[in-house]
Structures are given as C-alpha cells and as structure tokens.
C-alpha cells in the first residue's frame, strides 16, 4: 500500500500533498439494563487528499478507492481557494521525510474471541451490575484495529497498525427523587487482557451506585481539595490543555495576550506535558496525521508556560516548532491540533504526606462532569470524601469545583509520586471531531482555596 501510495503522490501537482488511507475492523457491544442494545462488526476502508497550492488548502476525502481522481479533486479545489484568497495565505513548516512503521503491542489478540465470547463478556459485566437497588444498568464493549498508510510530497511514508480496546460499565440507583450514577471506564491500546477478570471493579461500581444514595450532599464553601489522579488529569486536560492548542490561541487576540510563553502560571514544582510518545496509552501518536513525530512537550515547565501543540501550519504561522499535534478523528477530516496523553508530572509527596497534610478538607475522586469557559471552569466529581484531621472520613455527593484556571494552578501546594494514566471509551471532541483517542494523567494533588458547590 505505501508503494502504490509513494507512485500516486508522486504526481501530484502541488506546493505541498499528502495522501491518508485507512482500513478499520471493529467491534461494539452494548448492553442496556436487560437488554442488547447493539451488537456491531464492521470493516470500513476510506481516505483523503490534502493538497496545498498557491496558499490554498484543498481537501478530497473518499470511501470508494480512485487515488488519481481524490488527487485531482484536492488540487482544483486548492487553486480554487488560493485565487479566492487575498489575505493570510496558508504556509506550512517544512519537516524533514521520514519511513516508519509501527504496530503496537497486545498480549491477547481481540481477534482470537470470537464475537460470541465477547458479547457473554458484556452480558456478565452487565448481570453484576443488576441489583433490587440498582434501577438501570449499562456495559459498552469496543475493540478496534486500524490499519493508516500516509505518504507525502516530501518523501514521507508511515504505516501505523494499532489495537484499541476497552469497556466502560455504569449503574444507575435511585430511592424516590435521590437519583446517583457511578461508572468507570478502561481502554488503551492493547488486548483483551485489558477487559477481562474485572468482575471486582465491576461490583464495586454497583456498590457505590447505592452507597452514594446514603451519602450526604457537600456542603458548599471553599475548601482545601485533594484531587485523585483520574479528576486531576481532566483538569489538565480540559481546562489548560485546549488552552495550548495553537488554532485556537491564533484566532483568538484575548488569549495570545495571556498565553504568554514564559509567563509564569504555577508553582515551581509543576509540570505539565503532553507526550504522544507513550506507547499503549490511549492517545498514543507516534507519528501524527502529518507525519510529524511526536515526543515530550512541555506545556507548562517549572511553573512557566513553556510551549504550545501545533501543526505543522500553526507552527508556521506563530513561528514556532512543531510538536506533532495534527490529527483528525477518521480520514473524513482534516487534522486540526489536538491533545494526545496530556498529564500533570509526578512530584515529591507520598498519598499519606498529603493527606496529612489536610486539616480539614475534601477528597475529590474521578469525573462527572463538567465544562469551561475560556479560563473559567467547572467540574462535577464522581463522588468525594470528607477529609478531617489528615483522615479520609464520611462519602459525600454532588461536589462541583469551579473557579478560574490560572488562580486554581498557582494554588497547587503538593504534587503526589503516584503519576497514573487514564484512557477509556469516549475520547475528546473538538471542532465537529468527537471521540478522538486521548489519554489524561497526574498524580493526586493538593490545591488550596477550591470554591465548591452542591448540586
């Protein structure tokens, strides 16, 4: 495929062209309290062609498979917009060619259960979670593997075949209008070793469904707040990370005068880094929708805005490097920057040091929920714990953190050692592109002064 890729490209009649094709074979199983809500299998083939001319972008995605007409169609559609514009013709950074071929690694391959095993997987995930106090139930499985072939004008050509799966599983109790959720989620790249033998974590999501209908509601104030690793690293994500995505700070005036490289937007100790290179964690990128490589960005370095994620067009326009940040959720799509792992670092404190540390506080744990606003932010934890004395105390419900981005950074006081990823089913959604593979990570971490609100 890349030879037949490499001979088509190379009669393309462009500035800059790069050829995407795709092979897809998955798998999704879907359970809805009693009943199988979806069982689906499918193979799909599709891809594009981008092609820059004249400052102009053009853009030919396709199922059926004609490389010469795709190729045809992006460059008269380049020349169209190239004669159109009269102001910010489109440029690109131009990167060195690169022959990669990747495949990440499982240790049990989805494709040896058949789909008969795997839906009496999700119908038992689906049975421990049925329960007099639980009023619905819901078990989503999904296995992926994809083929991506990509070759450019430069002289690049990269294969990538990679294995995603995963399950999320979510209960649902209710006592009269007292309604409480709990859900958790796994999925990366790799095998079925990811979703087997989790009958514990399972049961204990159907546990703390009816626990948190016994729980009490917060009490709204301003709190010294100890985040767990899964709630910190939204945080990151959704509040800063789509900060340093470069199209929007490029669009947008009010937020180049705060993203101020070297501004100082945290303490000393904190690190915030986005790292495609990662292997098996769920955004893992080794080679972006460009064929940039990716590797360890900076965002925030020792309390400094440091870098942001780029294109190799954002990259050309803000003259910056590029960070291997363009990708696009299928070839019907155009790569935009987007996050890959994003993660807070480890730092210095054990769980039990920070712990102790608390006087009197709360211990917030996963996510709900939530949204942003600019800087501004507000999340909803899965559920919380009274914190007393250094002591993790009472289950409480409906805990909502809000407040403004930069103030809540520099009130980090402690940063764990316990740095975990996650992953999961969902993905992230920007600019029509919903569902994209990223991870999120951080250790736990102690953050003063938190405005928190019941529902």
Same mark, same amino acid.
């Given at each position: 495929?890349?030879?037949?890729?490499?001979? &088509?490209?190379?009669?393309?009649?462009?500035?800059?062209?790069?050829?995407?094709?795709?092979?897809?074979?998955?798998?999704?199983?879907?359970?809805?309290?009693?009943?199988?809500?979806?069982?689906?299998?499918?193979?799909?083939?599709?891809?594009?062609?981008?092609?820059?001319?004249?400052?102009?972008?053009?853009?030919?995605?396709?199922?059926?498979?004609?490389?010469? &007409?795709?190729?045809?169609?992006?460059?008269?559609?380049?020349?169209?917009?190239? @004669?159109? &514009?009269? @102001?910010?013709?489109?440029?690109?950074?131009?990167?060195?060619?690169?022959?990669?071929?990747?495949?990440?690694?499982?240790?049990?391959?989805?494709?040896?259960?058949?789909?008969?095993?795997?839906? @009496?997987?999700?119908?038992?995930?689906?049975?421990?979670?049925?329960?007099?106090?639980?009023?619905?139930?819901?078990?989503?499985?999904?296995?992926?593997?994809?083929?991506?072939?990509?070759?450019?004008?430069?002289?690049?050509?990269?294969?990538?075949?990679?294995?995603?799966?995963?399950?999320?599983?979510?209960?649902?109790?209710?006592?009269?209008?007292?309604?409480?959720?709990?859900?958790?989620?796994?999925?990366?790249?790799?095998?079925?070793?990811?979703?087997?033998?989790? !009958?514990?974590?399972?049961?204990?999501?159907?546990?703390?469904?009816?626990?948190?209908?016994?729980?009490?509601?917060?009490?709204?104030?301003?709190?010294?707040?100890?985040?767990?690793?899964?709630?910190?690293?939204?945080?990151?994500? @959704?509040?800063?990370?789509?900060?340093?995505?470069?199209?929007?700070?490029?669009?947008?005036? &009010?937020?180049?005068?705060?993203?101020?490289?070297?501004?100082?937007?945290?303490?000393?100790?904190?690190?915030?880094? !986005?790292?495609?290179?990662?292997?098996?964690?769920?955004?893992?990128?080794?080679?972006?929708?460009?064929?940039?490589?990716?590797?360890?960005?900076?965002?925030?370095?020792?309390?400094?805005?440091?870098?942001?994620?780029?294109?190799?067009?954002?990259?050309?326009?803000? !003259?910056?490097?590029?960070?291997?940040?363009?990708?696009?959720?299928?070839?019907?799509?155009?790569?935009?920057?987007?996050?890959?792992?994003?993660?807070? !670092?480890?730092?210095?404190?054990?769980?039990?040091?920070?712990?102790?540390?608390?006087?009197?506080?709360?211990?917030?744990?996963?996510?709900?929920?939530?949204?942003?606003?600019?800087?501004?932010?507000?999340?909803?934890?899965?559920?919380?714990?009274?914190?007393?004395?250094?002591?993790?105390?009472?289950?409480?419900?409906?805990?909502?953190?809000?407040?403004?981005?930069?103030?809540?950074?520099?009130?980090?006081?402690?940063?764990?050692?316990?740095?975990?990823?996650?992953?999961?089913?969902?993905?992230?959604?920007?600019?029509?592109?919903?569902?994209?593979?990223?991870?999120?990570?951080?250790?736990?971490?102690?953050?003063?002064?938190?405005?928190?609100?019941?529902?």
């Amino acid at each position: 495929m890349l030879s037949l890729l490499t001979d &088509k490209i190379g009669h393309m009649d462009a500035d800059y062209g790069e050829i995407h094709f795709e092979i897809v074979n998955s798998t999704r199983i879907i359970y809805s309290n009693n009943n199988i809500e979806a069982v689906q299998t499918s193979k799909t083939s599709s891809g594009n062609v981008r092609a820059l001319l004249g400052g102009g972008w053009g853009f030919s995605s396709f199922n059926e498979i004609d490389f010469d &007409k795709s190729i045809a169609s992006a460059c008269r559609n380049a020349k169209i917009v190239s @004669e159109s &514009k009269t @102001e910010r013709k489109s440029t690109i950074v131009k990167a060195e060619p690169v022959k990669a071929d990747i495949k990440t690694d499982y240790e049990i391959d989805p494709s040896s259960y058949s789909l008969k095993d795997k839906n @009496e997987l999700a119908s038992k995930y689906n049975n421990i979670l049925k329960h007099p106090g639980i009023a619905s139930t819901r078990v989503i499985y999904s296995d992926w593997k994809v083929e991506k072939y990509f070759v450019n004008t430069e002289g690049s050509a990269v294969s990538q075949t990679k294995v995603f799966t995963g399950t999320s599983y979510s209960a649902m109790a209710k006592d009269g209008q007292n309604v409480q959720q709990a859900f958790e989620s796994v999925g990366q790249y790799g095998g079925m070793e990811l979703v087997i033998d989790r !009958d514990y974590e399972v049961e204990l999501v159907k546990k703390r469904a009816m626990d948190l209908l016994k729980s009490k509601k917060v009490e709204s104030g301003t709190y010294t707040v100890l985040l767990n690793p899964n709630l910190a690293g939204v945080f990151a994500h @959704e509040a800063f990370g789509h900060l340093s995505e470069s199209d929007f700070i490029y669009e947008n005036p &009010k937020m180049q005068t705060v993203m101020v490289l070297g501004r100082e937007f945290g303490p000393p100790f904190l690190n915030i880094i !986005d790292d495609g290179s990662v292997a098996g964690l769920a955004g893992y990128t080794p080679y972006d929708d460009e064929g940039i490589k990716t590797g360890r960005n900076y965002l925030i370095m020792n309390g400094l805005l440091n870098s942001r994620l780029h294109s190799r067009e954002t990259a050309g326009k803000m !003259d910056e490097n590029i960070t291997g940040n363009a990708r696009a959720v299928s070839p019907a799509y155009q790569p935009i920057v987007r996050m890959t792992n994003t993660f807070i !670092d480890k730092g210095d404190y054990e769980f039990a040091d920070l712990l102790a540390s608390i006087d009197d506080g709360i211990y917030a744990v996963d996510y709900l929920g939530g949204m942003t606003n600019l800087e501004m932010f507000t999340f909803s934890s899965a559920y919380a714990y009274r914190i007393k004395n250094g002591k993790i105390g009472e289950l409480i419900r409906d805990a909502v953190l809000t407040g403004n981005v930069f103030s809540t950074l520099h009130n980090i006081t402690k940063i764990g050692k316990d740095l975990t990823h996650h992953g999961g089913l969902g993905g992230c959604g920007k600019g029509g592109q919903g569902g994209l593979p990223v991870s999120t990570g951080s250790p736990h971490i102690v953050i003063k002064d938190v405005m928190i609100g019941g529902v």
